[in-house]
């Protein structure tokens, strides 16, 4: 790819970093969200680990049936997907998927494993 093709395809920092503002969201921002029914929480892990530990409240749907149970999911909130750590590609994945399909969507950075080191409590089996 030649250097002006490149040049104005590139994000600068400034649009990248004000595009990640606007889409993730952090478990301290969720937790102390001033409209918690506004949010609707999407765990895309399996089944298994779902019911091991989650977010209070939170749907699962894993990632592999999101596609199959859209129609499930609310048009009128904000829906933070999330999976296990900052590592995982699922919650991202799972996120651009609803927003092309006209959701409005959020990350929730660093997952499962976030919330909890925040310290924030988890419903499951563990």
């Known amino acids: 790819m ?3 093709l490149e040049k104005t395809h590139a ?3 400034v649009e990248y970093f004000n595009a990640k503002l606007q889409f993730e969201a952090t478990p301290y921002g969720i937790k ?3 409209k918690p029914a506004n949010l609707f929480m999407l765990d895309v892990r399996d089944a298994e680990s779902f019911a091991a530990e989650h977010v209070p409240g939170a749907t699962n749907i894993p990632l592999v ?4 149970k859209l129609k499930t999911l609310p048009k009128d909130k904000t829906i933070i997907t999330y999976c296990w750590h900052h590592d ?3 919650a ?3 996120a651009l998927e609803l927003a092309q399909h006209g959701f409005t969507v959020k990350e929730m950075s660093g997952g499962i494993k976030a919330w909890k080191d925040a310290g924030f409590p988890v419903e499951g089996k563990k």
């Open 65 to 68: 049936e999101l596609t199959k």
């Open 88 to 90: 995982c590609a699922a």
């Open 2 to 4: 030649n250097a002006t």
């Open 11 to 13: 994000l600068s920092a």
């Open 32 to 34: 102390n969200s001033d």
């Open 92 to 94: 991202p994945k799972a």
